[in-house]
């Protein structure tokens, strides 16, 4: 069984037997883990996980919301593989006006994952399922376009009914019901805000300053930085590189000073500037679309 990249099950996770006896046999392929806020997502895919690889030589976890994400920063969709993990930035904590990144992002993904050869690709995905903030229409695009062979349906009642009735009716993608553990708990918007800040405060630790030149970069959407952006520095496929805070703008030089990780930047082509502000000492950060 292969250990995967930041998975590991939790001591104390709560097991309910009607999870036991999903028949994880024929579950393979993109199989999509959909629910409301505070169902239990990322920790019934942390579960699925285990299960599958015992089935499978390469199972692929893809860590799909920006704002709690586990496996990166927050502003970055990120994808396990035997051989390591892949991420994308999304320019925002939040997928409401950022739905065309998200789609790009995951779908890269994707392919990345069915490219390396995984067998079974759990995507654990945002809680956003309200319609009046486009999540049904996101989540029903994001089926279309990815095409899972299987979504686990995490429900209380029948909340995800306005996204799924559709594909019940066409007959595909197959949907499996699963009832949430009683043991979720809810995180309000302050735990949120604190996880993203810790999360945030550990991609810095032992940060570099270094000033680039932006005309030598491929700078998305257009050179335009404001002081605390933050910034993903992509390689010639998209794929992050890095994350960096802008700390210094200078426009008739044409510089931008970033705090960064201490990682090697060689590869870097790309520079897009995100929506969100990340303060530099208190790792909070703010929303500016
Ligand atoms: N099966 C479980 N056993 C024990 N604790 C659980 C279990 N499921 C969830 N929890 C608890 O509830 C919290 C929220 O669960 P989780 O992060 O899995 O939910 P989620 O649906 O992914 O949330 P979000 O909407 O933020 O993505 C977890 O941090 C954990 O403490
Ligand atoms: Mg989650």
């Known amino acids: 069984m292969q250990i995967l990249y930041g998975v590991v ?3 104390g996770m709560d097991i309910p037997e009607y999870w036991e006896s999903i028949n994880t046999k024929s579950l393979k392929g993109l199989i999509m883990v959909l629910g409301a806020p505070d169902m239990g997502k990322s920790t019934f895919c942390e579960y699925l ?6 089935e499978h030589n390469h199972v692929a976890l893809m860590d799909g919301d920006p704002g709690q994400s586990r496996l990166g920063p927050p502003t970055t969709l990120n994808l396990s593989l035997n051989s390591g993990v892949r991420r994308v930035f999304v320019g925002s904590t939040s997928p409401v006006r950022h739905m065309l990144p998200m789609l790009v992002a995951a779908s890269k993904l994707v392919h990345e994952a069915k490219s390396a050869g995984a067998e079974a690709i759990v995507y654990d995905t945002t809680g956003l399922i309200d319609e009046h903030q486009g999540g049904v229409t996101f989540k029903q695009a994001k089926i279309d376009l990815l095409q899972p062979s299987v ?7 029948k909340e995800l009914e306005p996204i799924l009735a559709p594909f019940g009716k066409r007959g595909g993608p197959q949907i499996i019901d699963v009832k949430p553990s009683l043991a979720v708990q809810a995180r309000n918007m302050y735990m949120r805000r604190r996880y993203r800040r810790l999360k945030f405060t550990k991609y810095f630790t032992d940060p570099q300053r270094v000033t680039l030149d932006w005309s030598k970069f491929a700078v998305f959407p257009k050179p335009y930085f404001t002081k605390h952006v933050l910034v993903g520095l992509e390689d010639i496929e998209g794929f992050t590189v890095a994350l960096g805070i802008a ?6 030089e044409r510089t931008v000073t970033l705090l960064l990780p201490k990682i090697s930047l060689d590869e870097v082509k790309v520079l897009r500037v995100g929506d969100i502000l990340v303060d530099p000492m208190s790792f909070e950060d703010r929303k500016i679309l």
């Open 247 to 252: 700390l210094d703008i200078r426009p008739q």
């Open 151 to 157: 979504i686990l349906a995490l429900q209380r009642g």
């Open 49 to 54: 996980v285990q299960r599958l690889a015992k």
């Open 9 to 11: 099950q939790r001591m």
